[in-house]
């Protein structure tokens, strides 16, 4: 602290022979406008460049040792904290695959009931009938049926 140097001055000066209440000290009137003395005012510091190119580091055995240590020891934090992080990112896996597989089950839901409207239009007795007619199918002749026998049917049920 070189601002408080002048306060060990105090110690290292002889004292006055007479006692400070019979010396006068004569104040002199101040000047409102000088700017008071800074500490250390007068004392220069000269800095010098140093370069340290040409001389070579020396090699500390015990840093190589401390540095793979830590590197160790970060793989370690970091493979416990995946380790724990883990559960709860394939939790969050499953429910985005589940929400898409809920959104896949609505879509085809939709498909199919598409299909099967598809499917009755093309079913239907008048879509039937039209195609009947640009086919030119006719209806046989109550005469032209022939029935088969259900004989073979009962043969057939008592086995």
Known sequence: MATLANIFDRFNTPEPAEPQSRR?????????????LFPNEDVYFHVKRIVNTAVPRETDPA????CWKMIGYAFLA???????????LYRLMAGYQMEALRQERSRLELDRAALE????RLVSPERLEELARTQRFIDPA??????????????LAKK
Do not use: G, Q, T
Not at 24 to 36: A, G, H, K, L, T
């Open 142 to 155: 109550p005469d032209s049926v022939v029935y088969l026998d259900n004989k073979s049917d009962e043969i």
């Open 78 to 88: 970091a493979s416990l904290v995946i380790s724990l992080l883990l559960p709860n």
């Open 117 to 120: 409207l598809k499917e009755s």
């Open 63 to 66: 840093a190589r040792r401390k």
């Open 24 to 36: 006068m000290r004569v104040i002199e009137p101040e000047d409102p406008f000088e700017v008071p």
